[in-house]
Structures are given as C-alpha cells and as structure tokens.
C-alpha cells in the first residue's frame, strides 16, 4: 500500500490562508487526539471552541488527499469549499508527525480472526469502559439493518435467480446457449420494468445479469458468448440509470446521485477489479457514461487503492482520468498522465484546456502511435484549432515518417467519402504531400504501387480523378 507523500502545499491548496493559520495553531498547540490509520484513512479528535471535541477523519490516495470530513460546522468559504482549521491539523501531524499516528491494521486483522461471541464480549467491554461511544455504536447498528433489508436484499434475490439458471456444472456450447436464451428474457423483463417505473428492480437485475455472467466466465467454453452478453447488459444498464440520474435532477432541481444508484456504481466498481480481464473495460466505460454526478467523485479514492489489483490497469486508468477531470483539477490529470506513461491522455488534457504549445512539445517528447495519432485527428480538438490537421502531420512527418504515411492514407481514404469538390481538392493536396514523403522515404516504387490501387479502386470518381490529374498530382 503506497501512502502519499504530502506536503504543505497540498495541503494548503485546500483551504484558505485563515484555516491554515489556526490549523497550525492547533497542531503546535497539541489539539489533536488520538490518531489513528487504518489503510488510506486517517481519524482523530479535535479539541475545539465546544466542550465536545470533534471528529476529523481524511480518506487518502496514492496520489493525494481523496476526501475529508469533520464534524465541525465549518462550511467552507464564500464558495463553500476548503477544509476547516481541524481537517489541517490532522493533516499537518501526518506531514510532521506522522510516527504518532496509530495504524490499527494489524488490530483490526487479529478482530477479523476472533468468534462473534469473544467479538460481542470486546464490544461490550468497551462499551463500559467508554460509554460515551454508545450513540456511535447504536448509529451504525441501526444504519447497517436497513441496509441489509433494502436494496441487497433485492439484489441478492436475483443473483441467486440467475445462479440457479447457470447451474453448478460446465456448460458446453448446447447448454450455454439456453442459458442465454433465460438470460436474454431477463433483459427484455428488466427492461419493462423501467419502463413502468420499476428502477431499482431494473438495474438490479441487469447488476445480478452482469455479476453472476463475470463468475461463471470461466464455466464456459465459448469465451465470446459472455462477454457479448455482458457488453448488452451493461449498455442496457447505463441507459436505464442515466435516465433515472436526468430525472432526480429535474426532481430536486440539482445534479445528485441516489443512495441506489451510488450503491450500484460502487459494487460495480469492485466487481471490475475481480472479473477476468475481459470484463474490466465493460463496467468501467459503463460507469465513466454514468458517473456525471459530483458524488461519483467518491470512487476515484477506490480506484487508487486498488490500482495495482486491476486485472486492466489501462481500463481502470481511464476511468479514473475521465473522473479526474471531470470533478479534479488539470493539475491532478497531468499527474496521473505523467505517473501512468498515458501519452495520449496527457497531450489530449493540454488540448483540451487550451495549452496548446505544452501539448505541441510533450508531442515531440512523448510520440503516440498511429491510432492515437489519428484519434487526436478525429476529436474535437482538431476543429477547434485551425490548420490542426496539417500542423500534427508536419510534426509526424519530422520524427516517424512510416507513421506520418499511414496517417495520410487514413485521411485520404476519409476526405474522399464526401463526394465535395472542395474534398476532392484536399484529397488532391494529401497525394501531393503523400507523394513527397515517398520520395523522402527512397520509396518511389511504393508510391507507384499505392497510386495505381488509388486510382483502380477509385476509377469512377470522374471528377476525382480530373482534379488531380490537372494539378499534375501523378507526376
């Protein structure tokens, strides 16, 4: 597990000059009691201006600071944003302090060994030794029966529904396929179901469809069939909770996520880190279409815990870059750009927020292949910025021009579809370049080859033909 190395820049940068000031003053005044770790979070109590101290607590990532929480009225700034003088005291005793922070790890590893009964025993020791903990402990008790009698229980219904349709046995292909045809149906019912208004039992059936499709995976023998049916399962699921996203916000009036919905995303988001590897770009595009919502932010401290579990750290990447710029900062995207070797999403971010010469430099340092390349040609960025296209192609031209060759194909082979004179005329230019990079190249013999199948496959575009032949293109 790698915990950040932060400094007190970072934690500056998160709140106003005010809360820094007094939050040292609390940290060199000794105002922090008994902190604690357990994996990438940090808690503790903050002796304040109520007799009561409060409770601070800090999620960390390991890139940074993912969330943090205090019981503190503090509502932020004007814009109510940064974190309050106690927050930055926690964070100031991991900077400077850290070795009096108690990991409980290890604590909580021999609990995890112990019987439910030697477990009530020590809960109710503490209970008399600290009785002031027992409105905690009733709080959670209360809050995890409901959740054990809402949305899981649904849940769980139909993933044992569909356990009992994949049976305990090996399928053979016979039998994968009248699987399909129960699990196709369960689709078209989960569908009905959202259409009446039933959302919840909709995506929880196409959540236990997917689920249970993932374990069984390795059961079958045609390794195509599931993940077929996943992809529609998934594409299914981000429809019907996209549209339940767009009618809360109408409701309430404001972007906000469910407590089903955010339950979803989070289980979804742990399954991808234990399917096979397949599986793994499926749910995280479904929950990068899904995740609009400020409280998605939630799940990139998830993603970064978990990271190096990623059966496609590619996949969960992404997703985690489309997260981060989404609700972090340009500077969080850069460094997990910079961090992952992600060319691609490093020069497409400089673009996209308008550092147009960073992006031209990281471009000659940190050359992308060719589909990358032609993805940078067809995004928006190329018609934002004018003479786009040529400029990129330049560029390729000076460092791979076996690269800047395929690029040109590619273009020729689009601008020709239209059927535009002024197309035509383009066209005509990029065999003009083409044709001179051949030669640069010592591969004329190559032009020559690829120009009399341009002109075989394309011999009844007339006007084509007229238009290059007049500018002496061929030559």
């Known amino acids: ?95 400077h302090t850290p070795d009096i922070i108690s990991s409980i790890d290890t604590l909580m590893a021999r609990l995890a060994e112990k019987p439910k009964e030697s477990l009530l025993r020590i809960l109710s020791e503490v209970l008399k030794q600290a009785p002031e903990v027992e409105p905690v402990v009733r709080g959670y008790a209360d809050r995890f029966d409901e959740e054990t009698e809402t949305t899981p229980t649904v849940l769980r219904v139909y993933l044992e529904r569909i356990d009992c349709i ?27 179901l959202s259409e009446v208004g039933e959302t919840e039992f909709a995506l929880s059936i196409l959540h236990a469809l997917i689920h249970q499709s993932t374990v069984h995976y390795p059961d079958t023998l045609q390794k195509q069939e ?27 009036g404001i972007e906000v996520l469910s407590v089903p919905l955010r339950e979803h995303y989070q289980m979804l988001l742990a399954l991808s880190f234990e399917v096979a590897s397949v599986f793994t770009p499926l749910l995280t595009r479904l929950l990068q279409q899904c995740c609009t919502t400020p409280e998605s932010a939630d799940l990139q401290a998830t993603i970064e815990q978990r990271l190096d579990e990623s059966p496609d750290r590619q996949a969960h ?9 989404q609700f972090g900062s340009i500077g969080e995207c850069l460094r997990l750009a910079r961090r992952e070797g ?19 430099r990281t471009l000659e340092t940190h050359p992308l292949s060719v589909d990358e390349q032609w993805c940078l040609l067809e995004s928006p960025i190329a018609a934002r910025i004018p003479g786009f296209t040529d400029k990129l192609l ?78 002496h293109a061929t030559q």
């Open 1 to 95: 597990m790698q915990l950040p190395d932060l400094t007190l820049n970072h934690i500056r940068q998160r709140c106003t000059a005010q809360s820094f000031t007094r939050g040292t003053e609390y940290f060199h005044a000794g105002m922090i009691g008994n902190p604690i770790s357990q994996g990438y979070t940090l808690s503790a109590t903050c002796q304040g201006t109520d007799i009561d101290p409060y409770h601070v607590s800090v999620e960390l990532m390991p890139t940074g600071i993912a969330t943090t929480s205090c019981s503190c009225p503090y509502e932020g700034d004007s814009g109510g944003h940064g974190d309050c003088k106690h927050i930055v005291a926690l964070l100031l005793t991991y900077v």
């Open 166 to 192: 994949f049976g305990p046995d090996f399928l053979e292909q016979h039998q994968l396929r009248n699987v399909l045809i129960q699990l196709e149906n369960l689709v078209e019912h989960a569908e009905s």
């Open 226 to 252: 599931l993940p077929r049916f996943v992809k529609k399962c998934t594409t299914t699921f981000a429809e019907i909770a996209m549209e339940a996203q767009e009618l809360d916000s109408v409701d309430l």
């Open 317 to 325: 990447v992404q997703l985690l870059f489309a997260l981060c710029l």
């Open 342 to 360: 992600e060319n691609y999403l490093l020069i497409h971010t400089l673009f996209t927020h308008q550092q147009d010469a960073a992006a031209w």
């Open 394 to 471: 330049r560029s390729v031209r000076h460092y791979d021009s076996d690269t800047a060759i395929v690029l040109y194909h590619r273009l020729i082979e689009k601008t020709i579809r239209s059927r535009k004179r002024e197309d035509y005329e383009k066209t005509r230019d990029y065999l003009t370049d083409l044709r001179t990079l051949y030669e640069a190249c010592d591969q004329e013999s190559e032009w020559a080859d690829y120009l009399t199948r341009f002109r075989k496959q394309h011999s009844r575009k007339r006007l084509l033909l007229q238009i290059i032949d007049a500018q």
